[in-house]
């Protein structure tokens, strides 16, 4: 848990680790969760479900844009996903992570184009 402190950066392995420990004591899950947003709030720790939510709002606003996803929206949302987690996680993850949130909620992505990239598959 002390990582927490070096890293700046709550994973959701780290995340269940407190929240077990808060258990532990008596702390209900969704108090324990009001407590984790405070304490990062406070200290300026990112939360790791906190940036997939954010990214995932992000990738459905666009997917309500136009009815697509295309590259350009894709890496806008993997650039602002690894600023929020201050490159905690790797491009790669997060690639799987955003491809996963897409096809999870059944958005569409537009490839193709000029040259017929296949970026999405």
Excluded at 28 to 33: Q, W
């Amino acid at each position: 848990m002390l990582q927490v402190f070096d890293d700046q950066y709550i994973d959701r392995q780290e995340e269940k680790n407190i929240l077990e420990e808060g258990i532990k004591m008596g702390i209900g899950v969704e108090e324990g969760l009001a407590i984790i947003r405070q304490v990062a709030s406070e200290k300026s720790l990112v939360i790791e479900r906190a940036v997939e939510e954010r990214a995932q709002e992000v990738l459905e606003q666009f997917a309500l844009n136009d009815g697509v996803i295309d590259k350009k929206e894709f890496e806008k949302t993997l650039t602002l996903f690894k600023s929020a987690c201050h490159g905690k996680v790797s491009d790669i993850a997060i690639k799987r992570r955003l491809k996963q949130m897409i096809l999870t909620q059944g958005w569409k992505v537009k490839e193709g184009g000029l040259f017929g990239s296949k970026w999405f598959s």
